[in-house]
């Protein structure tokens, strides 16, 4: 069953998993948290940072999307299930995993969490391993992922700082 182990599908890669964290301040208070929460979860966050993104509503638990960075031909695209969505007090966390035809095998995290002066941080965290499309191209995958992980943030912390 989908989303029972969220690093199901990196630990069966032939390759080994390769991590990445990218940590950003993205805004202050409870309104830069509660407005970077919800572009998380309607997927604004991978919108404004330029993905392609077809999902039947918001994150939840057990919902599919697809998503496409660059040209519809020669971009890469693939679906992912949501595996884990978590809102506390002062936190918000949500990942999800990929599934068969996604370039990565693996899971991504976007947590967002406040510090005791009011700022908010979003956290871009995954474990993954290259597909065969991907796996050519050795540091290149990885350097994608970390750009594309600061380009969440950055449209995070546009979004966290609209009045």
Known sequence: ???????RGARDRPDPPHGL???????????????????????QMHRRAGVRVRADGPAVVGGVVAVRL?????GLHGSCVVVHVEDGPGTFTMTYQTLDGHAESGTQTFALFT???GAVWGDVSSVSSPRPVLRRLGA????????I???YLGALRRIAETP
Not at 1 to 7: E, L, S, V, W
Not at 21 to 43: C, K, N, Q
Not at 70 to 74: C, I, N, R, T, V
Not at 140 to 147: E, K, R, S, T, Y
């Open 1 to 7: 069953m989908p989303g029972t182990d969220p690093t």
């Open 21 to 43: 964290a990218v940590v950003r301040r993205v805004g202050t208070g409870p309104g830069a948290l509660a407005a970077a929460r919800d572009a998380v979860l309607t997927w």
């Open 70 to 74: 660059g040209p519809a031909l020669l």
């Open 115 to 117: 510090t005791s002066d």
């Open 140 to 147: 290149v995958g990885i350097l994608g992922q970390q750009a």
């Open 149 to 151: 992980a600061l380009r």
